[in-house]
């Protein structure tokens, strides 16, 4: 589905070459099935400036950042 289609109000990010991903430390070599280079979980909280406000990197492709933890880092927000 398209950003519009689902009436989003912020940006998405889609990064098919992975160069973001590399950039920012996120990559996980050879974590895919398939053993070919895939992005670990993340969140990451950007404020309005650009500037990174919260973010949780995962150390294992299974781990993500409880629902409850990312609402109240939007609350201090």
Known sequence: MLKNELELDFALLSD?????TTLYG?????????GETIALPSEILVRADGTIAWQH??????ERAAPETILAELERL
Request: hydrophobic share 45%; aromatic share 0%; net charge positive.
């Open 16 to 20: 098919a070459d992975a160069r973001v």
């Open 26 to 34: 996120l990559a996980h070599p050879a974590g895919g099935p398939g």
């Open 57 to 62: 990197v995962a150390s294992r492709i299974q």
